[in-house]
């Protein structure tokens, strides 16, 4: 949702990378981050899930944000990720709606890359399940903080996401930055709107360099173009 004439423009200077856009766009758009989404129960544990899906605890923590193994709140969804061992159901998904409150809040933010192509949108439909954006750039673009906040999980080379950066605004809104070439800043660090943090790479086993972008508000992934300046942004 870029605007029309910067598409333009920018598109040209990815001319060389065009071959590899075309080779990779739609496998990454019906492939990337399949899995299945698990709702917390009583009793439950990280180390109960990933035994019962067959997934390692850690990579559930990483790509569901979750801090700390004793992190869990009831009722609360889990992003669970496809393996070869136990592939998602999409019968099981589609039952599964997850309520986001409207409560008013809201937080404002800009584009993490001021300089990138908008090749995938925010996706609830279980078969397409895409729970953030994902925005094509050169390899070492520099990557921005959304808003003002504290960085609290930095990760190098984890698993599907690459390296990661997990970014609290407040207590309601957090933002993650996945597939960096590299990481500038460290955890604890408290940033301000625009800083860099990071720059665009192909980590985590995807094949063009771009930033997937998510934003959860407690703990839910909500499309983040509700809450990106429009100056940045215009409608579909």
Known sequence: MLYTSFCRTFILTLALLAGLFACSLKNQRDQELPGSLYQVKRGDTIGAI????????????????????TGLKVGQYLFIPETEVFPSSKAAVAKIKIPIEDDGKTVNLILPVSKGVLFRVFDKTPERLFEGIALGAPQNTLV??????????????????????????????????????????????????????????????????RLYFQVRKNRIPVDPERYLSKSQYVAH
Do not use: C, W
């Not at 990933?50 to 193994?69: C, D, F, H, Q, T």
């Open 144 to 209: 921005h903080a959304a808003a003002k906040g504290e960085v609290i999980y930095v990760a190098e080379n984890v698993n599907r996401f690459g390296r990661m950066i997990i970014i609290k605004h407040d207590e309601t809104f957090v933002s993650l930055y996945a597939h960096l070439e590299r990481i500038d800043i460290a955890k604890g660090k408290l940033v301000v709107q625009g800083e860099v943090i990071g720059a665009v790479g192909t980590s985590g086993g995807v094949e063009s360099p």
């Open 50 to 69: 990933s035994r019962r899906y067959k997934i390692s605890a850690a990579e559930i923590m990483e790509v569901n944000g979750v801090l700390e193994a």
